[in-house]
């Protein structure tokens, strides 16, 4: 796992010794003396993740972490404070000030490369989804995703797997103050409460009793609805080994099973804040992908989505042997709509038809908008006779009952004339059949419209 690692320090044999151990892992590392330096790097765009220290004359640790999660540019880098501060209240202090992880001198060589690890899969992993965003043009990450980056990481839900009361009761102790805590002392039924619960985290201990815990934690891996679930392992002092190999099969982070209470919290915190980040942003990306492909007004598919995939479906239908149709639909007199009752009232038309459109056919029917007051639906599995007969039902739901417009204020008549064509030889595709169910939709148009009429061409 290559990744740029920002090492800032006031004291040189300190940046030394980081730049050695972090080396012999392939990280590449670059170094800063003093905060206003480190700021720069990062403005640049150069950084996957910081260790920062957090005692440095003029601008201390806190104040650079601070400015950093302030900027539109820099919130989402990861930064890990190394201090020798290991104070309650340093902790919280480095937390505020955004901090994503801690690490007390002299630092731990297994502590640090897991550390490091964890967040630069993170980072990562947000950089892709800020890469599909952008792509997306839907990067609008100063307002909800900044937000999300800013959350206080408090009120989560967090499932503890452990069989010892006394771990439990502990946990629950320092963590349930700040989040729900739920527990299970069956690790057969952890994965099934884990995927069900819409939890934040889930701690689970590395040495149950009766269940190898590495294999739970592969499990909530390979599971869609856990996949992005941070995983937390309790863990004995000298488990180094059992302790890598759940790191690697994908758990987030550790804690000592009797360390210090306050970093347990630390630790929470920092996971149920970073879940809730990724999950806006791929939410944003979501979003986005279905403003893409999705007509704004009807919320049907848009001509674009439509051309790229109609191709596909006439394939599938060709390659197995399966009938496949097309409708071309056009909203009768709709220019004679806007010009009497408005564009509102054409919109609303358009929406109602849409609608009534997609309650009159099945699931796995592609309906989308065409262009203006055309549109256009694909019947996979579907000969030429089956879908004049939808045909015919649509058409009868548009006619047999007015449209509301201009908020309810008025009704109108509105049909419809619709053309149809089928995949009906091995060297039919999508651009054939579209153009021979676009001559039947004319002729339906020229017969004095408001019918049905298919091209068996």
Same mark, same amino acid.
């Given at each position: 796992m290559s990744a740029r690692v920002?090492?800032?320090?006031?004291?040189?044999?300190?940046?030394?010794?980081?730049?050695?151990?972090?080396?012999?892992?392939?990280?590449?590392?670059?170094?800063?003396?003093?905060?206003?330096?480190?700021?720069e790097i990062c403005e640049r765009g150069q950084v996957d993740i910081i260790l920062l220290d957090v005692m440095m004359p003029g601008m201390d640790g806190f104040e650079v972490a601070r400015r950093l999660k302030a900027g539109p540019a820099t919130h989402h880098i990861p930064i890990i404070m190394v201090t020798a501060l290991d104070q309650p209240a340093d902790r919280v202090?480095?937390?505020?000030?955004?901090?994503?992880?801690?690490?007390?001198?002299?630092?731990?060589?297994?502590?640090?490369?897991?550390?490091v690890r964890s967040l630069v899969r993170l980072k990562m992993v947000t950089d892709e989804l800020r890469m599909r965003a952008v792509t997306s043009g839907e990067i609008n990450l100063s307002d909800q995703v900044f937000a999300a980056a800013s959350d206080s990481g408090l009120n989560g839900r967090v499932l503890v797997v452990d069989d010892r009361t006394s771990t439990v009761e502990r946990i629950d102790e320092a963590v349930g103050r700040q989040h729900t805590v739920d527990v299970e002392t069956d690790p057969t039924q952890a994965l099934f409460r884990a995927a069900e619960g819409n939890y934040d985290l889930l701690m689970l201990s590395l040495d149950l009793r009766s269940f190898d815990s590495l294999r739970l934690v592969g499990q909530v891996r390979s599971l869609d609805r856990t996949r992005h679930l941070p995983v937390l392992l309790l863990t004995e002092p000298g488990n180094d080994a059992r302790l890598m190999r759940g790191l690697d099969l994908g758990a987030n982070d550790y804690i000592q099973r009797s360390g210090d209470k306050n970093e347990m919290i630390a630790r929470v915190r920092t996971q149920v804040r970073r879940k809730r980040y990724t999950e806006k942003l791929r939410d944003n990306v979501q979003n986005s992908m279905e403003l893409a492909?999705?007509?704004?007004?009807?919320?049907?598919?848009?001509?674009?989505y439509m051309e790229s995939h109609v191709g596909t479906l006439v394939e599938r239908s060709a390659s197995r042997g399966k009938s496949l149709s097309v409708l071309i639909l056009d909203i009768d007199y709709f220019k004679s709509?806007?010009?009497?009752?408005g564009h509102d009232a054409g919109d609303d038309v358009?929406?109602?038809? @849409? *609608? &009534?459109?997609?309650?009159?056919?099945?699931?796995?029917?592609?309906?989308?908008?065409?262009?203006?007051?055309?549109?256009? %639906?694909?019947?996979?599995?579907?000969?030429?006779?089956?879908?004049?007969?939808? @045909? *015919? &039902?649509?058409?009868r739901r548009i006619a047999g009952e007015p449209f509301p417009v201009n908020r309810g204020a008025r009704?109108?008549? %509105?049909t419809i004339s619709i053309g149809i064509a089928a995949r009906v030889s091995p060297d039919d595709d999508a651009q054939i059949i579209l153009k021979r169910a676009d001559e039947a939709l004319y002729r339906a148009k020229r017969d004095g419209r408001n019918r049905v009429v298919a091209n068996a061409a």
């Open positions: 920002l090492v800032v320090d006031d004291v040189r044999a300190n940046l030394k010794l980081l730049e050695v151990r972090l080396s012999a892992e392939y990280f590449e590392v670059i170094s800063a003396s003093n905060g206003p330096q480190a700021l202090k480095g937390l505020e000030a955004g901090a994503d992880d801690f690490l007390t001198k002299p630092v731990n060589d297994l502590a640090l490369i897991t550390r492909v999705t007509d704004a007004l009807t919320s049907l598919y848009n001509r674009r709509i806007n010009d009497s009752y358009l929406r109602e038809f @849409a *609608e &009534r459109l997609k309650s009159s056919i099945r699931g796995i029917d592609l309906a989308c908008r065409y262009g203006g007051e055309e549109f256009v %639906v694909v019947m996979p599995d579907t000969d030429l006779g089956v879908a004049a007969t939808v @045909a *015919e &039902r649509i058409r009704s109108i008549e %509105v």
